[in-house]
């Protein structure tokens, strides 16, 4: 069974920098396209960033191109978003997700098969 742990979320002043860390087990990691997801208090959950199952392919919601970076170590099995520059709209709770249908992943939620739990971050002005 695939599981997903989120962890490095927290607090952080506007301007501040988080790594989020996604530790995969129970399945291949290697064969999922994978997804960063977040869902502020009282919107709805929205694309982030994914990765290819190769890590060779990267892409961005347009909010946070250019501040986030997404990557992968499959000998680890984690994933990874770094967070710079970050301001009190990117608080939410982040989720990471796992697609073992494709090598690059979609934007679509609903694609994703498995999920992790979330960790919160809180950005403060």
């Known amino acids: 069974q695939v599981q997903l742990v989120e962890s490095g979320g927290g607090l952080v002043q506007t301007g501040g920098s988080l790594r989020l860390t996604c530790a995969a087990s129970g399945g291949t990691f290697s064969t999922a396209a994978m997804g960063w997801f977040r869902q502020a208090l009282g919107k709805e959950r929205e694309f982030v960033a994914g990765i290819s199952r190769a890590g060779s392919s990267t892409y961005y919601a347009d909010s946070v191109k250019g501040r986030f970076t997404i990557s992968r170590d499959n000998a680890r099995n984690t994933m990874y978003l770094q967070m710079n520059s970050l301001t009190p709209e990117d608080t939410a709770v982040y989720y990471c997700?796992?697609?073992?249908?494709?090598?690059?992943?979609?934007?679509?939620?609903?694609?994703?098969?498995?999920w992790g739990q979330g960790t919160q971050v809180t950005v403060s002005s």
């Open positions: 997700a796992a697609d073992f249908g494709r090598i690059f992943g979609t934007r679509r939620e609903q694609d994703y098969g498995y």
